[in-house]
Each structure stands twice: as structure tokens, then as C-alpha cells.
């Protein structure tokens, strides 16, 4: 039982942008903090973003300041990374986290963003 | 390069105990809670282990977690075949304000 399905992942020349969603089910969507974390192949975990219940609130690591930007529709239960300016090093799997009892205690699959030329 | 320092490898014999060390600093470690991960050889990671020592429902107790200072630990007890996989930990860093990620361990059972 998944409750978060990414999707959005692709391609993409260096400087380009794609738009990551994920949809969530099974629980309160608007009740939870929520995340992304990445993973770049064969590399460790790499918290990406976050964003409070009502959306009033993001954190970004440093790396993707200025670049990404995270929101969220709680009427869809929805969550989203809108990603410009991509980099090769951007290229990882995405996974869509809830924050609940702990950070990132539900986790999606993952969709996969490759960033070459 | 993550401020949560892990070893890179564990290894024990079915049955034994294994430990991982999660080495940070004051301003992550020593002042909020300490959260591991385990990953699954082809799967997403999973919540092991939140809040230093608590077990989501599911988790065997051979699990378990504990942080002392600025430094924690995971244990793994009675090792299985089952338990190969890479381990995280994970915490609130307040000089960064945002989440930080251990290196990770991978563990394999001999």
C-alpha cells in the first residue's frame, strides 16, 4: 500500500525544467507537512524540499534555492516540484515523503530525472 | 557532503548484532531528534526507527535506536538475511535550516 504516486520525471538538457507531481491518497493530505528527497545514482539520500500544511511555509537545501520551487493543491492532494534551470547534478529519482510521527514517514516510488545533453 | 557522518560498511553472520554509528554536531544531532532509514536493495527507502528510539508499527524489535550528544546509533540484533540494505539517519540541522541526510551504511550479512 503506497499512498504517493510521482510522476513528471524525464529527460532534459542542462537548463531546461520539468514539473514533478505527486499524488497522495489514504490519509488527511492538508494535516501533513510534506517532501521531496532525492537520490542521484549509486548516492546517498538528499532532502530536497518541504512545505507546511497550508503552503505558507518552504525550506529549501541550499543547492536548489532560486531554481525549485515547491507547492501543493490540498483539494487535489497534491504535491509538486516545479524544477528550473537544471543541472547534471539534479539528476537523481525524486521520491514524494510525508512528514508525519517522523520526517519522511511515507515514501512514493519515485520518478526518475535525468539532466544531459 | 553531509554533515552526519556514517560508516561507509557493517557486516555480521546471521544472528549477530550489528551496530551503525550516526556522528554529527551540536547544531543537528545534540539538539533535535535522530530518525533512520532503511533501503531496500530496488525498493524506497523505509522509516526504521523516528524520535531516537521509536519503532513504527510493523518494525521488529530487533531494531532499535538510541543518540547520545551529538552522536547516534541503530542496532541490529539477531541479524537475517533480510536485513541487507543500506541505513540512514537523518535530522533537523538548525544552523542550516533544513533536513540532513547520514552518508549511509550498508550492511551485509555474511
Known amino acids: 500500500d503506497v499512498p504517493l504516486v510521482e510522476s513528471g520525471g524525464g529527460s532534459v538538457q542542462p537548463g531546461g525544467s520539468l514539473r514533478l507531481s505527486c499524488a497522495a491518497s489514504g490519509f488527511t493530505f492538508s494535516s501533513y507537512y510534506m517532501s521531496w528527497v532525492r537520490q542521484a545514482p549509486g548516492k546517498g539520500l538528499e532532502w530536497v524540499a518541504n512545505m507546511n500544511q497550508d503552503g505558507s511555509e518552504t525550506y529549501y537545501v541550499d543547492s536548489v534555492k532560486g531554481r525549485f520551487t515547491i507547492s501543493r493543491d490540498n483539494a487535489m492532494s497534491s504535491l509538486f516540484l516545479q524544477m528550473n534551470n537544471l543541472r547534471a547534478e539534479d539528476t537523481a529519482v525524486y521520491y514524494c515523503t510525508r512528514d508525519g510521527a517522523a520526517p519522511f514517514d511515507y515514501w512514493g516510488q519515485g520518478t526518475l530525472v535525468t539532466v544531459s545533453s | 557532503q553531509s554533515v552526519l557522518t556514517q560508516p561507509p560498511s557493517e557486516s555480521g553472520t546471521p544472528g549477530q548484532r550489528v551496530t551503525i554509528s550516526c556522528s554529527g554536531g551540536s547544531s543537528n544531532i545534540g539538539s533535535n531528534y535522530v530518525h533512520w532509514y532503511q533501503e531496500l536493495p530496488g525498493a524506497a527507502p523505509k522509516l526504521l526507527i523516528y524520535?531516537?528510539?521509536q519503532r513504527p508499527s510493523g518494525v521488529p524489535d530487533r531494531f532499535s535506536g538510541s543518540k547520545s550528544g551529538t552522536s547516534a546509533s541503530l542496532a541490529i540484533s539477531g541479524l537475517r538475511s533480510e536485513d541487507e540494505a543500506d541505513y540512514y539517519c537523518?535530522?533537523?540541522?538548525?544552523?542550516?535550516?533544513?533536513?540532513?541526510f547520514g552518508t549511509g551504511t550498508k550492511v551485509t550479512v555474511l
Open positions: 537523518a535530522t533537523w540541522d538548525d544552523s542550516l535550516s533544513s533536513y540532513v
Open positions: 524520535r531516537n528510539a
